[in-house]
């Protein structure tokens, strides 16, 4: 996913999020808890790791991008999640 980056890193990150929620390998209450600051949740080196890089790095350069993506994301637990690493994307706050 990092060889995609340079290519468009909103893309890269919602190609991530969408096989993560697709391939069922990690719970969804997992991904809330890490999109929300749960260091417990976090991995190396896997396509999780590199999905949770690409939508750090969006939400750094495009917010406002990630923003209007977040809003069509279903579940209101997921959105609050995405919300919370696009306010906090170096992973500072308090995880809710």
């Not at 060889?3 to 190609?15: N, P, R, S």
């Not at 999109?35 to 406002?64: H, M, N, Q």
Request: glycine share 10%; hydrophobic share 45%.
């Amino acid at each position: 996913m990092e060889q995609w980056g340079h290519v468009d890193i909103g893309e890269t990150a919602q190609f991530g999020f969408d096989v993560l929620l697709r391939a069922k390998l990690w719970p969804r209450e997992n991904l809330i808890g890490l999109f929300s600051g749960d260091k417990k949740y976090e991995s190396d080196g896997d396509v999780l790791d590199r999905t949770f890089c690409a939508l750090r790095v969006w939400a750094v350069i495009r917010p406002d991008e990630m923003k209007a993506w977040i809003a069509k994301q279903q579940g209101e637990d997921m959105r609050k999640a995405l919300a919370w690493l696009l306010e906090n994307p170096w992973g500072t706050g308090p995880a809710e």
